[in-house]
């Protein structure tokens, strides 16, 4: 043994070297538990506000209903109750910006008999489908870097169909130009993440450039009149954002009759960014079994 070896070996065990390890590993442990505490109360106090807001508690809008399998930001419950009010018609989606495959807007939706397409930038969601054959057989894959230029041919190799029911895009920054290129598509219900750092009453969008990722500035995708906008023009009603301010909600409007909290404007369903607020549920993101 080396000197050096065998000088760290005793020294090791002098009893306050010990006992510094055990304060040490106690913290941690301390640490750990005051973290989990912290998130379950987290929990308790956002369920608490939801259920007794005269806003949030109203059975008109979504954020009563929200939870969270999948999705980042409890997506999963308002798009399940959106669907509950409206029916389903053909458990058909598409997605564009999915991630690995584990923590998206549809995810979920596979275990409940759905399928459809997924398109994003990477391959990793290659990996993550090898591995569940089941539900490899259950969804179409590309691997592609969407454009407005291009979207419309990639939905095409895919096939496709001009109405699903859901149509969800997360591309950060040129989300606005990707959905205004999809016009001959008709989804039942489509989910935008918008820009909510600006204010509801504006409307703006990033200068397109087909090339560009997300920096990780303020400068991206659109503002949530800007959607509004953009929806009515596609025929399409904003009808609810979810609490974080990440994902506005569009029905076609043949569908929304008296379903949903009017008016269906950016000022009245405008949620502010509340990014950090973290209400995960304790597991890691898997997708569930589907037969």
């Known amino acids: 043994m080396k000197l050096k070896e065998w000088i760290f070996t005793i020294y090791s065990y002098l009893p306050i070297i010990r006992e510094i390890r055990q304060i040490r590993d106690t913290l941690r442990g301390i640490y750990t538990e005051i973290a989990s505490l912290k998130s379950i109360e987290i929990v308790r106090l956002f369920d608490f506000q939801l259920s007794k807001h005269s806003r949030y508690g109203d059975p008109k809008r979504l954020h009563r209903y929200a939870f969270q399998i999948n999705s980042q930001n ?118 935008i993440e918008y820009n909510s750092l600006l204010p509801p009453y504006i409307e703006w969008k990033v200068e397109y450039n087909s090339d560009k990722v997300w920096d990780c500035s303020q400068n991206f995708g659109g503002s949530l009149k800007a959607f509004e906008n953009l929806g009515k023009k596609l025929g399409y009603s904003l009808i609810g954002c979810d609490f974080s301010g990440t994902n506005a909600f569009f029905v076609r409007k043949d569908l929304v009759t008296d379903k949903f909290a009017t008016p269906f404007t950016a000022e009245n369903h405008y949620e502010p960014p509340r990014y950090k607020i973290d209400v995960k549920r304790g597991h890691k993101s898997q997708i569930l079994d589907s037969f």
């Open 74 to 191: 409890q997506e999963d419950g308002m798009i399940a109750e959106i669907f509950n009010r409206i029916g389903i018609k053909k458990h058909i989606f598409a997605e564009i910006g999915i991630g690995d495959g584990h923590e998206n807007n549809t995810a979920f939706l596979i275990s409940q008999g759905w399928h459809g397409f997924w398109i994003d930038s990477s391959n990793v969601v290659s990996q993550t489908l090898q591995s569940k054959p089941n539900i490899k057989k259950l969804v179409k894959l590309s691997v592609a870097f969407v454009s407005k230029e291009n979207i419309k041919t990639i939905f095409e190799q895919l096939e496709v169909p001009i109405e699903i029911d859901l149509l969800s895009i997360d591309v950060d920054q040129n989300t606005y130009y990707i959905w205004e290129s999809l016009d001959k598509y008709k989804p039942r219900v489509v989910v």
